[in-house]
């Protein structure tokens, strides 16, 4: 009986040291724990990685936005911080580590490049390597950390713009789109809240019709020629298509300016070049039609706003630089809706003609015994008319000289104003637009193109 019992022991003894079943259990529990572990570090990671991406795409967006207030105007430290700051509240409002970042916020800028960098980095708290603060001590950290950096370049440039923007009668219905047009372009280029110091941009405002109201600087260079309504048109001589000084001292120089048109749009006046922000405004929204289309007249007085050889004119602060100046860029918008049809010269006429041709508004100046000579006011349309042959010498003329021209057909297909706008704008540079809205969107995208040329380089 004893030896029974013993054979028995021995039996379950060796079935139980054989049998390989009771260590399954413990090891699918330990594989449960290392599966849980593995998936939580890849979410842990994963949240991490995507926490970066958000960092990066802010920090990408804060970047460029104070590239683009550096490129129009001088910053002080504290409001690059703020504007990066702000720009961080914009794009991460719901990101855990909002506040983290924000902290760490920092940046550089090369002003010899042009060049700002903006850094930040971040933690995020791990929520599965950290179950209970157990999984920490033995698996991994508490948080994972993550930081990246954006490099922007900014204009080093100081920018000279005019904008050349036909007030004539046919624009009368459009006046209310030209001026928000207008508008959008000075936001970009002088946005709200930049002082005159501050800003990088000076703009001129030079609108025209049958020629350029020159207001308080008319009598200067038209000899009296200009009327009541300071309408100044042609320039005479050798020096037509040029943008040499006017010879204030000499009639007979060859170098003075005609007038001739009653056809001026009253207000406002030429604006001549400032970074006073509320000076432009009110330039354009004073904006009003009236006359004829002497095109070649407005690119004229938009150039002579931009070229040094005419500091003597403007006020100090309106001093165009030097075509030399490497820190400074110039540029023009030509804008139109229709065919350049007008344009003066210098006729002999009786008196009898002359009262005639006063009568008809072809002249503003007194009409003098015998036979005299008078500015007398032509028609000529088309691509092939004197008016547009004169307009595209003046642009050919002010490209040459370093001036990047811009240049928008405002209204229907017109061939002839069309070919006009195309030769006088650079290469890539002409824009047509049909309604309010597309005159808007392309104001708004010259002055983000003239940003983009002006950071680029």
């Avoid at 939580?40 to 990066?56: F, H, P």
């Avoid at 009110?282 to 931009?306: D, M, R």
Wanted: aromatic share 10%; with cysteine.
């Amino acid at each position: 009986m004893r030896k029974f019992r013993s054979t028995i022991s021995r039996s379950l003894i060796s079935r139980l040291v054989g049998d390989r079943r009771g260590a399954v259990l413990p090891l699918f529990g330990i594989m449960v724990i290392l599966m849980i572990a593995i998936s939580g570090v890849a979410v842990d990671v994963s949240r991490t990685v995507n926490a970066r991406e958000k960092l990066s795409y802010a920090l990408d967006a804060a970047a460029l936005s104070v590239a683009a207030d550096l490129s129009t105007s001088l910053m002080t430290d504290a409001e690059i911080k703020e504007a990066l700051a702000d720009s961080f509240k914009a794009n991460l409002n719901s990101a855990e580590f909002l506040d983290e970042a924000i902290k760490n916020l920092d940046y550089t800028i090369d002003a010899e490049n042009g060049l700002i960098t903006v850094t930040s980095t971040a933690t995020l708290n791990n929520y599965f390597i950290d179950i209970g603060g157990y999984m920490k001590e033995n698996l991994g950290p508490e948080t994972f950390a993550f930081g990246t950096s954006s490099q922007v370049a900014y204009s080093r440039f100081d920018v000279e713009l005019a904008m050349v923007l036909d007030v004539t009668g046919s624009m009368g219905p459009y006046v209310s789109a030209l001026k928000e047009a207008a508008q959008s372009a000075l936001d970009i280029l002088i946005p709200v809240g930049t002082s005159e110091a501050d800003s990088k941009v000076r703009i001129s405002i030079v609108p025209y019709s049958e020629g350029v109201n020159l207001g308080e600087f008319a009598n200067k260079v038209a000899n009296g020629a200009q009327g009541t309504q300071n309408c100044v048109t042609e320039r005479t001589g050798t020096a037509q298509y040029t943008d040499l000084a006017h010879d204030y001292d000499s009639k007979d120089s060859g170098t003075y300016f005609g007038g001739g048109s009653s056809g001026c749009a009253p207000s406002p006046q030429l604006e001549p070049l400032t970074a006073k922000r509320n000076k432009i405004e009110t330039a354009i929204k004073k904006l009003t039609a009236s006359g004829g289309t002497a095109g070649q007249t407005g690119i004229s007085w938009g150039w002579y706003t931009l070229s040094p050889n005419w500091a003597d004119l403007w006020p100090k602060t309106s001093t165009p630089a030097s075509y030399s100046d490497e820190k400074v860029l110039k540029f023009a918008i030509i804008m139109t809706d229709g065919d350049f049809n007008r344009y003066y010269d210098k006729a002999y006429l009786s008196k009898k003609n002359c009262k005639k041709y006063k009568n008809y508004g072809y002249i503003t100046e007194t009409c003098k015994k015998g036979t005299n000579q008078y500015w007398l006011r032509y028609g000529s349309g088309g691509y092939s008319g004197t008016s547009s042959k004169r307009a595209v010498k003046h642009c050919a003329a002010m490209k040459d000289a370093g001036v990047e021209v811009f240049s928008i057909f405002f209204g229907s297909y017109k061939s002839d104003p069309i070919k006009v706008m195309k030769e006088c704008a650079n290469t890539g540079n002409y824009y047509q637009a049909s309604s309010k809205t597309e005159l808007v969107q392309a104001f708004a995208n010259i002055a983000k193109k003239i940003q983009s040329i002006y950071i680029a380089k």
